[in-house]
């Protein structure tokens, strides 16, 4: 007799189509310097992002102990204040302070097609959330590179001030920034902060972002780093700070866009400022890079599945059940996740494209707090009721 066509197994066949994967958290602060290191370990290559966990790691960055350029110090001060990851950039010294700019510039090598520089940044294994070129982000031409890359991998550059005077800063403040160029997310840091150094055996002063980036990276990704306590012993000049006045200096800088570094009431010097460049809050930026990072990270599992109804329909909750347990943690105030009303089409339908709206709205931060003083007659009026 004839096969049966029709015919397709004589038993069960089981079809698994389990959940998406959870998204999980937010994640924390991860770190990418950029500098010199003259005398590095053999190790340590050039333009090579090198991870540095501890301080044996750190030590890898001074051999010899004179402390030549930034990044053992950006390191070891940065795990004063927090165990995150942080990754190093060593590009060698130019023969001049010009050549050392376009070394820490970078790009890529014609001849090998490397990445240098900044331009390694994008070679981190960990996707950096904040950067930094210390000693070299004070002029425009390093601010610009740093911060175009950040830009490209959502990330927080800080960067430094001039550290010369309040007017001075406050002029490279107004030269930067821009729509669409990423200096809304620039954390920008004046004046020069000084800590110990063993092999000078006094206190040294040392690029902002060297310890900004610290005070930064110490905090959850959706909140300000305003108001963290450093291990600075000094400061290149003082910044008044009154909590009660408006017209301090400090309040100058930060109307400017500017942060910095000043002795306060809780003892010893702590950052202050919470906005960035352009005048966002850091950590409504911050939280909303990390926004951008993870649906990245976990969108490309759903690539190329058919736009079903029950697909998109998973992909709607899991976004909701996410968002959800963001605002549980109180990571955000609330948000929402619906298909597009208006911008999902037949057309952009039949050509593989969707649109999922994300509504949400996240906490500012405590910048200003009013209190009101009320003298109340009434109070005087029961008191008095009460003993006559």
């Given at each position: 007799?004839p096969v049966i066509?029709?015919?397709?197994?004589?038993?069960?066949?089981?079809?698994?189509?389990?959940?998406?994967?959870?998204?999980?958290p937010?994640?924390?602060?991860?770190v990418?310097?950029?500098g010199?290191?003259?005398?590095k370990?053999?190790?340590?290559?050039?333009?090579?992002?090198?991870?540095?966990?501890n301080k044996?790691?750190a030590a890898?960055?001074?051999?010899?102990?004179d402390?030549?350029?930034w990044l053992?110090?950006?390191?070891?001060?940065?795990?004063?204040?927090?165990?995150v990851p942080q990754?190093?950039?060593?590009?060698?010294v130019?023969?001049?302070?010009?050549?050392?700019?376009?070394?820490?510039?970078?790009?890529?090598?014609?001849?090998t097609g490397?990445?240098t520089?900044?331009?390694?940044?994008?070679l981190?294994?960990?996707k950096?959330?904040?950067v930094a070129?210390?000693?070299?982000?004070?002029m425009?031409?390093?601010?610009?590179?740093?911060?175009?890359?950040?830009?490209?991998l959502?990330?927080c550059?800080?960067?430094?001030?001039?550290?010369?005077?309040?007017?001075?800063?406050i002029?490279y403040?107004?030269t930067l920034?821009?729509?669409?160029?990423?200096?809304?997310?620039?954390y920008?840091v004046?004046?020069?902060?000084?800590?110990?150094?063993k092999?000078?055996?006094a206190?040294?002063?040392?690029?902002?972002?060297?310890?900004?980036?610290?005070c930064?990276?110490?905090?959850?990704?959706?909140?300000?780093p305003?108001?963290?306590?450093?291990?600075?012993?000094d400061?290149?000049?003082?910044?008044?700070y009154n909590i009660?006045?408006?017209s301090t200096?400090g309040n100058?800088?930060?109307?400017?866009?500017i942060?910095?570094?000043?002795?306060?009431?809780?003892g010893?010097?702590?950052?202050?400022?919470n906005?960035?460049?352009?005048?966002?809050?850091?950590?409504?930026?911050c939280?909303?890079?990390s926004?951008?990072?993870?649906?990245?990270?976990?969108?490309?599992?759903?690539?190329s599945?058919?736009?079903s109804?029950?697909?998109?329909?998973?992909?709607i909750?899991?976004?909701?059940?996410?968002?959800?347990?963001?605002?549980?943690?109180e990571?955000?105030?609330g948000?929402e996740v619906?298909?597009?009303p208006?911008?999902?089409?037949i057309?952009?339908y039949r050509?593989?494209?969707w649109?999922?709206?994300?509504?949400?709205?996240?906490?500012?931060?405590?910048?200003?707090?009013?209190?009101?003083?009320?003298?109340?007659?009434?109070?005087?009026?029961?008191f008095?009721g009460?003993?006559?």
């Open positions: 007799m066509a029709q015919f397709e197994h004589n038993g069960i066949t089981i079809e698994r189509n389990p959940l998406p994967t959870p998204m999980g937010l994640g924390s602060h991860v990418c310097w950029v010199t290191a003259p005398d370990h053999a190790d340590v290559p050039y333009n090579v992002p090198f991870r540095v966990a044996t790691d890898k960055l001074d051999t010899t102990g402390e030549k350029g053992f110090h950006a390191t070891s001060e940065t795990m004063k204040k927090v165990s990754y190093v950039i060593v590009v060698e130019g023969a001049d302070e010009t050549g050392t700019m376009n070394n820490i510039i970078g790009g890529i090598d014609a001849s490397q990445r520089g900044i331009a390694a940044i994008e981190c294994s960990e950096p959330t904040i070129a210390p000693g070299y982000t004070h425009k031409d390093g601010a610009d590179e740093l911060v175009s890359m950040a830009k490209k959502f990330a550059p800080h960067l430094d001030g001039t550290s010369t005077n309040t007017s001075a800063v002029a403040s107004a920034g821009g729509e669409g160029t990423g200096y809304d997310a620039a920008l004046e004046p020069q902060p000084a800590i110990y150094s092999n000078a055996s206190n040294i002063y040392v690029p902002p972002s060297l310890l900004s980036v610290g930064h990276a110490s905090m959850p990704v959706h909140e300000s305003g108001n963290q306590g450093t291990y600075a012993k400061v290149q000049r003082t910044i008044s009660l006045d408006k200096e100058l800088l930060n109307k400017n866009g942060s910095y570094f000043a002795a306060t009431d809780l010893g010097i702590s950052l202050i400022g906005r960035s460049v352009t005048g966002r809050f850091i950590n409504q930026v939280l909303e890079q926004l951008c990072r993870k649906l990245a990270a976990t969108g490309q599992k759903a690539m599945k058919n736009l109804k029950s697909f998109m329909e998973q992909e909750t899991k976004l909701n059940v996410w968002l959800a347990s963001l605002k549980a943690n990571e955000i105030i948000a619906v298909l597009h208006e911008l999902n089409s057309e952009s050509n593989g494209t649109y999922i709206a994300i509504r949400y709205a996240s906490f500012p931060p405590n910048e200003h707090m009013v209190y009101q003083l009320n003298e109340d007659a009434g109070i005087i009026e029961q008095l009460e003993i006559l």
